[in-house]
């Protein structure tokens, strides 16, 4: 059979049992993203019917994936506001740092895995999956929740902060000098410091390159441009995210609004397929002999995410429900920790299955509890919370 055609019908296959597969989330109520990862996992290495022709096609669609969830973040949030939580959340993000990458560092070192792999197993534990994060916000209808920009917020002080860490990272692995790890990191920052000025100071130029009253050359414009500064900002050692959300930032008014409604359908198609593909690139074979320990690490450090994101909103002045919903949404972890893991995985044997064992559970874990603070006997606790803290404090005072 010819490659093209073998392509077409594994991937007619897999789009198939997608769908039905969403169907029968959406009957238990639960999202997707879970059942996306089982079917990747069963079709690809170590599975049971590896399907290896449109294994390059789903690595594809997966970047353009993640762009489009990240630009559609972006779309809904202005640059003043981007700022503002940026302001207001540096010291969670602080925060966050130190209570996520410090358990994984430690975790290394107890392996035995040396300081190179501890700073690596560090940056996995650390950042939150941008991309599954902005799928469940979407899927769970939170995008306009008040706890929503300072989710946003530490997402972008984490991507921003990989513009610095994934140089150095590189650096350590082949042991480059100093003078070159440092000019790296440099253009690195200078590319983030230049798309964020552009976003901030000429963001209404930008909207003024598209129409909002053509669909047709609005989202070939719109997705032209995201993946072209996505793309430079990856060729510099900075997130394709990063570059993606802030090109979201940039547009504003109609232009933004109309852009969020022809780009749903794309979106809704390749963030199905980045999940897929992570699923498909991951040997199932060798996840054993990290379950464990993986399932450890992911356990500790969910719960170290729950804080921060509990912590940020606390300190923004939202809501005991809010804050529970910030923190379950950022336990979620994902391409950051692959691309970590596959820079480093030379610098120790079992560092590649512990990152696909860990990603795999701190994902389904997470898209599953981000469901309990919706859930009715939640909802009761936190008003029986509520009014046990209102009646302390009135005999207070």
């Given at each position: 059979?010819?490659?093209?055609?073998?392509?077409?019908?594994?991937?007619?296959?897999?789009?198939?049992?997608?769908?039905?597969?969403?169907?029968l989330?959406?009957?238990?109520?639960?999202?997707?993203?879970?059942?996306?990862?089982?079917?990747?996992?069963?079709?690809?290495?170590?599975?049971?019917?590896?399907?290896?022709?449109?294994?390059?096609?789903?690595?594809?669609?997966?970047?353009?994936?993640?762009?489009?969830?990240?630009?559609?973040?972006?779309?809904?949030?202005?640059?003043?506001?981007?700022?503002?939580?940026?302001?207001?959340?540096?010291?969670?993000?602080?925060?966050?740092?130190?209570?996520?990458?410090?358990?994984?560092?430690?975790?290394?070192?107890?392996?035995?895995?040396?300081?190179?792999?501890?700073?690596?197993?560090?940056?996995?534990?650390?950042?939150?999956?941008?991309?599954?994060?902005a799928?469940?916000?979407?899927?769970?209808?939170?995008?306009?929740?008040?706890?929503?920009?300072?989710?946003?917020?530490?997402?972008?002080?984490?991507?921003?902060?990989?513009?610095?860490?994934?140089?150095?990272?590189?650096?350590?692995?082949?042991?480059?000098?100093?003078?070159?790890?440092?000019?790296?990191?440099?253009?690195?920052?200078?590319?983030?410091v230049?798309?964020?000025?552009?976003?901030?100071?000429?963001?209404?130029?930008?909207?003024?390159?598209?129409?909002?009253?053509?669909?047709?050359?609005?989202v070939?414009?719109?997705?032209?441009?995201?993946?072209?500064?996505?793309?430079?900002?990856?060729?510099?050692?900075?997130?394709?995210?990063?570059?993606?959300?802030?090109?979201g930032?940039a547009?504003?008014?109609?232009?933004?609004?109309?852009?969020?409604?022809?780009?749903?359908?794309?979106?809704?198609?390749?963030?199905?397929?980045?999940?897929?593909?992570?699923?498909?690139?991951?040997?199932?074979?060798?996840?054993?002999?990290?379950?464990?320990?993986?399932?450890?690490?992911?356990?500790?450090?969910?719960?170290?995410?729950?804080?921060?994101?509990?912590?940020?909103?606390?300190?923004?002045?939202?809501?005991?429900?809010?804050?529970?919903?910030?923190?379950?949404?950022?336990?979620?972890?994902?391409?950051?920790?692959?691309?970590?893991?596959?820079?480093?995985?030379?610098?120790?044997?079992?560092?590649?299955p512990?990152?696909?064992?860990?990603?795999?559970?701190?994902?389904i874990?997470?898209?599953?509890?981000?469901?309990?603070?919706?859930?009715?006997?939640?909802?009761?606790?936190?008003?029986?919370?509520?009014?046990?803290?209102?009646?302390?404090?009135?005999?207070?005072?």
């Amino acid at each position: 059979m010819h490659d093209t055609t073998l392509i077409v019908i594994e991937v007619g296959a897999l789009l198939l049992g997608m769908s039905l597969l969403g169907r029968l989330a959406m009957r238990f109520g639960i999202s997707p993203i879970p059942f996306y990862l089982v079917a990747g996992l069963v079709f690809g290495r170590g599975g049971v019917l590896p399907l290896d022709a449109s294994t390059e096609f789903f690595e594809i669609g997966s970047e353009i994936g993640v762009i489009l969830l990240l630009v559609l973040l972006g779309l809904e949030y202005s640059a003043d506001e981007l700022l503002r939580g940026l302001t207001r959340s540096k010291v969670a993000g602080i925060l966050d740092a130190l209570l996520n990458a410090l358990p994984g560092a430690a975790f290394a070192l107890i392996m035995g895995w040396g300081p190179v792999a501890a700073f690596a197993v560090a940056g996995i534990c650390w950042v939150t999956s941008s991309g599954v994060t902005a799928k469940l916000l979407r899927d769970l209808g939170r995008v306009g929740n008040r706890e929503t920009p300072v989710i946003l917020s530490i997402l972008v002080i984490e991507d921003l902060a990989m513009a610095f860490y994934l140089p150095v990272l590189s650096a350590l692995v082949i042991g480059v000098s100093l003078l070159r790890g440092a000019v790296t990191v440099a253009i690195a920052v200078g590319v983030v410091v230049l798309i964020l000025f552009i976003a901030l100071r000429f963001g209404h130029i930008v909207s003024r390159l598209f129409t909002p009253d053509h669909p047709e050359p609005l989202v070939l414009g719109v997705l032209g441009l995201t993946m072209l500064i996505a793309g430079l900002a990856a060729e510099v050692n900075v997130s394709a995210a990063v570059g993606a959300f802030l090109v979201g930032i940039a547009l504003s008014g109609r232009v933004a609004h109309s852009a969020q409604e022809v780009l749903s359908p794309l979106r809704d198609l390749f963030a199905a397929v980045f999940f897929v593909f992570f699923g498909l690139a991951t040997d199932a074979s060798q996840l054993l002999e990290m379950l464990v320990p993986g399932l450890i690490l992911a356990a500790i450090t969910m719960t170290t995410k729950i804080a921060t994101g509990y912590f940020a909103a606390k300190r923004s002045g939202i809501g005991l429900p809010g804050r529970w919903r910030a923190g379950i949404t950022l336990t979620v972890r994902g391409e950051f920790s692959i691309v970590i893991a596959g820079i480093a995985a030379g610098t120790a044997p079992h560092l590649a299955p512990l990152a696909a064992v860990y990603v795999l559970a701190t994902i389904i874990g997470g898209t599953l509890l981000a469901r309990v603070p919706d859930s009715r006997r939640f909802k009761g606790l936190m008003r029986a919370a509520a009014a046990k803290a209102k009646a302390v404090d009135a005999r207070g005072r």
